[in-house]
């Protein structure tokens, strides 16, 4: 069956420092993937796509990497602020489906 | 735009009581989804709907759940009758023209609880 996990540990991390979340997934072969973040109380809120021939994906302090050799899409905040603090999903799509992992919980100490 | 809008915000209700979401997508989104996010199952896509078209409603847990779109601009998710296990946030997301790598718009969400 079709698998998304993304780190199942919330990641606790101090100002300035950089955060990597993982999301593996099996029995997919998604042409794309996306990354979300989440508010408590709040809808997710799209961050970044990255398409199945791009390697690293940057938007300002966020790099998102994608192996699909590994089946992996590694997603980092660098230089992170408390403001940072939020869930983050990763998704992929099923034919017109997109399917979300867990999320991480990130939490950034000033 | 005000992005995707859905109401009530929060619902509390009495099991066996029907209880109807409502949702306005995006204006010129022409494909509408419906999600139920809990601590223990995550985001689960309920049901899909494409220029207000049904295309996909097995996540749809059970007969008790049904969804329409009568126009562009509205939907709702109907539940009857409610159950505590229904008890959620009800999330509507809409999107372009789904497929290619659009992204998903989603509103604030209706948290659900049925006592």
Redesign the interface.
């Known amino acids: 069956s079709q698998k998304i996990e993304q780190n199942s540990e919330a990641l606790n991390i101090q100002e300035g420092k950089t955060a990597t979340l993982t999301c593996n997934y099996t029995n997919y072969s998604p042409a794309y993937l996306q990354w979300y973040r989440q508010d408590p109380g709040r809808g997710p809120v799209f961050l970044l796509l990255i398409r199945e021939n791009e390697k690293e994906k940057r938007k300002e302090r966020l790099k998102v990497t994608f192996d699909t050799t590994l089946k992996q899409s590694l997603f980092h905040i660098t230089a992170s602020q408390p403001a940072d603090s939020a869930t983050y999903l990763c998704a992929l799509p099923n034919d017109y489906k997109l399917s979300f992992g867990a999320g991480t919980t990130v939490t950034v100490r000033a | 735009d005000a992005g995707?809008i859905q109401s009530p915000r929060h619902e509390v209700t009495e099991m066996g009581q029907e209880v109807t979401l409502r949702c306005k997508p995006i204006s010129g989104h022409n494909?509408l989804?419906w999600y139920r996010q809990t601590m223990m199952r995550?985001?689960e896509?309920l049901i899909?709907f494409?220029n207000n078209v049904p295309?996909?409603d097995s996540g749809m847990p059970e007969d008790r759940f049904s969804a329409k779109m009568p126009n562009a601009s509205f939907s709702t998710l109907k539940i009857q009758p409610s159950e505590p296990r229904d008890s959620a946030v009800y999330?509507c997301?809409s999107s372009p023209v789904?497929?290619g790598?659009t992204?998903?718009?989603?509103?604030?969400?209706t948290r659900l609880t049925v006592v």
């Open positions: 995707v494909s989804f995550g985001l896509l899909y494409n295309i996909d999330f997301a789904w497929g790598g992204e998903a718009f989603f509103g604030q969400g």
